[in-house]
Structure formats: structure tokens, C-alpha cells
């Protein structure tokens, strides 16, 4: 609807519309005009403030005053479309164009209307009478053509349009135009004349160029389509979607080192972040050095510094190489603008977990929360980070709100359940610790993790033993790594096997050691007599960042003390 533009177009009618009445007898003529007056300005004055309903009934009360006047209908037309009732609205333009046959703009937003309507023929019957009184005008000749294309008439409408040319001279959108109804009346060689003609007036426009590449690639005659985009590219090394164009077909033809470096020349052009970030994407695809990757992710943030895509596309970049942490610092300089895109929390959670972040990871699942509060993996890493806190209470309030948003997904719930029994763990209440593990593994019962965990708290709380013994020896018997025949030694030296546990450690090798496997080292030498070796393990656990506040305490006074994190 073009409700502005016809209040434009109505204040020089009504300003400049003289009211013409034939009245049978004088007397009544003052009256006539005054009642129609009064009742067309109160229209005016109601439609001005809104009240389009009232406005309505005034200007039909007008016009039973006169008849024969046109302005109220054209008003009353106004008030329809504000209504949104083309219907009501075409039929009271009508009204006003019969009354004024002669009124242009009655015309012009009567054939509007009925192109909105979809009713061509009449549409076209408007345009008609319209170039009978002005049949120069471009934009009614424009109008006209398609109107007449879409019944058919297409010798016509290319006739409407060649006089359209006629006005504002040769255009792209014209030609292109009639590129494409000569190709439906199947006469390619006038189709392709009309793109040599806009051609040799602009060749550098984009628009024709692309027209018949195209037209070289559906009757397949590549080497003519890349002959033309290598020439627009020589011609204009700057225009970033011939480049686009050439580096498509590069791509297209297996030649990947040429369409590297066309892509690479686009995104540096005056394109789109949506046009730049479709190729960025791409090269990657194409595996593009880290080199060209670097650049052109810091080259898109530098253009876009507001843009949520262009954050997440270097923070992409940035994973890709291996860089969490300045990934990371991107990806939450980003969320600072759009904090709507789940998928950048996300990154920014599971970075956070890798490097064991827990109080931001704590922070950010929180926040996130509240911009999604019905996912249930952020509810998830809310009551882990807070388990890993200390924070129990808090982890099983997040535990509890979002289990009940997961739906048909048995390791995401044994994941749940795992985190409940690390709160119940954590809160000594050692029975339900038990039982929510236990629900744990009936939901995934060949989780290497789930079993480990559980392993290691019943060692670490020296309850049932035997159980965690087994359940490592099943972890052990398929997957062989440090996290897990630490467990192992470290339940055998809980169950006093200190000598047992010592061989297990020593299997593990120093350099896959860990600040937690280096200490548990110490305190197997240390039980078994050995205090040299303890105490050269235990510094090379606190070398190694050690958690354990009473580490030093062992250091100084070589003995052992249960460890307090």
C-alpha cells in the first residue's frame, strides 16, 4: 500500500477542486455547498486524528450532499486502505476516476490498486487511458509492459518497453527485461543483441554481465562465460561480485588455488557481510591457509566491529588453529552486541569447560539462562561448574530445573544424573550419591566417565570398595589411559594396598603425569616407606599447580595428610 504517497498526492486535489453542482433551484445551492463543506473538512479533520470510522461516515455524508463530486470518494478510498480494505478502496477510486476521467492521479492509484489485486486486465485497461493523456511517461509505460506480460502479450509488452527507452534511454533493468521475453518468444539472437546493446552503453555493469553469463552457462558455453569474467575482473579489479562470480566458476572447473585467491580479492571488495561471510566460510571448506584465514577474519571484524557474524566468524578461525582462550576473549566481546545467538553461548561454555574455567563458566551459564531458559545442556553446565564450586546447593537447583526440559536423550539424562551424584557426594548425603550414579548407569551403562567417576568418590569417601574396583577394571579393560589407571591405583591405595597402587602409578609415565597423578605417586611412596621419592613427587605436583591447600604442609613436614581442595 502507498497510504503516504496518496496523502501527498490528495492535498493538491482538495486544495485546488472546485465544487460544481447543478442545482434545480438557487435557493438551495448555499445550503448544498455548505453542508457539503462541512461535511468534507469533518472528514479531514477525523481522519487527521485517527478516527477513520467517523472520518468514513462523513465523507459518505458529503457526498449524498454532492453527488457529483469527486474528493469525498477519492477521501473515502484514503480512509479504506488505511483500513486495509483494497477492495472498498479500488471501488471508491473508481467512483472519483469517473467523475474526474481526466484526474491522473484517480488513475494512476486506481491501476496501482488493481495490480495489487491481481487484476491484470484492468490494470492494464488503466495504464491505457493513462498513456492516452500523458504517453511519454516512463514509469506508467514501465507498468504497463509488465502488466501486459503477465497476460501474454509479450510482442507488446517489449513494444511498451522499447517506447520506455525511448524516454530514459537505455537501462539495465530495461534490457534485462527484454532479454527475457525475447528468450520466451524463443528468439535468442534479439535477447542476446539487447544485453550487446546495454553492454557497449555501460560495460561494467554487474547486472548484464551476470545476465549473460549466465546465458553462456545454461546453453553451455563456459569457456564464452569465463572468458567475460575474466575481462570484467581485468576491467574492474574492484567490483567484488565479479570477483565472487569468477572465483564460483574457478571453483566450479576444480582449479581451488585460483578461486582461493578470487574469494580472498572479494572479501576485500565493497560486498555484504552476509556476500564476504558466504566465501570466508567457504575458503575455509576449501582448507585456505591459516595465513589467508588470519587475515581475513581480522579484515572482516575490522569492517564490521558491531557485527555479531563477524565476531563468530573469527572466533571460528581462532578454534580452528587451536586458540581457545583468544577465541574465548572474542566470542564474549561479540555476545556484548547480540546476546540472542544461543550457538556463541554455546562456544563460549564449552571453551570455558575445556579449560576448566569454572566460576565464568558458572557466570556465563547463568546469564545465558536468561536469554534461554529451556535448554537443558546450560542447565547442565550451571550444576556442574557450581559442583565444581562447592557450590552443592546451587547444583542441584540447576540440576532439578532443567533435567525436566530434556527430552528422549538417555546419555544427556546419565549426564544429569552423574552431576546429582556429584552434589549428593559433595553434600556427604552418600546413599543418594549413590543411587542418582547408579541411575546413571543404567541410562548409559558403557560410559567409561560415568563408571570413573563414580569409581573415584566411592574411593575418595572409602565406600564399597569392591564396587569401584570393578567398576574401573571395566573402564581399564577397554580404555587404557592416565585419568583412569589413576583411579585405580587410587582405590587400592584406600583400600590400604599401597604397594599394589605404587605398581599401578608407575605404569603411568611421567610425561603423561598430571599435577593430580604426581602427588598420588608421593603418597604411595610415602606409605610404602619410601619418603625420598615421596617427597620428589610431591614437588613435582606442586611445580605442577597442585590444588591441594596442605601440599606444602606435606612438603615441609614429609608426611601424608588426606588432600583438602
Known sequence: ???????????????????????KKKSNVTEINKNYIQKFHEGLRLKMTGQIDGAIK???????FAPEEDAPHFALAQCYLIKNDLGNASTQTKIAADLDPNNTWYLQELAYMYKELNDVENGAKIYKKLLKIQPHKAEWLFEYAALLEATGKLQEAIAMLNETEKEIGVNSALSIRKYYLYLKLKNEKLALKELEIAKQKNPKDVQIISTEIDYFFDTRQDDKAFKIMEELVEADPANGN??????????????VEKCIEQYQLAVKCDLSIDDRMMMAIKLFDLQA???VMDELSSYILEIFPENIKAYTFRGDYLQRTNQPRKAL??????????????????EILLIEYELQDFINLNNDAKLCLEFFPAIPNVYLLAGLSANQLKKYDEALEHLTSGIDFVMQDDQLLAEFHGQFGEAYFGKKEIQKAQESYKKALKLSPTSSIIKNNFAYRLALHKVDLSYANQLIDEVISIERNTRYFDTKGFILFQSGKFQEALVVYLKITDEESDKVVLEHIGDAYFRTGDKTNALIYWKKALAAGSTNKILKQKIEKIEYYEPEY
Open 242 to 255: 565479479a570477483r565472487k562470480l569468477l572465483g564460483d566458476y574457478y571453483l566450479k572447473t576444480n582449479q
Open 329 to 346: 576473549e572474542v566470542y564474549l566481546k561479540g555476545i556484548e552486541y547480540d546476546k540472542s545467538k544461543y550457538l556463541i553461548w554455546q
Open 289 to 291: 591457509p591459516n595465513s
Open 58 to 64: 462523513s465523507f459518505e455524508s458529503a457526498s449524498a
Open 1 to 23: 500500500m502507498r497510504c503516504l504517497l496518496i496523502l501527498l498526492f490528495f492535498c493538491p486535489l482538495i486544495g485546488c477542486k472546485t465544487i460544481s453542482i447543478k442545482p
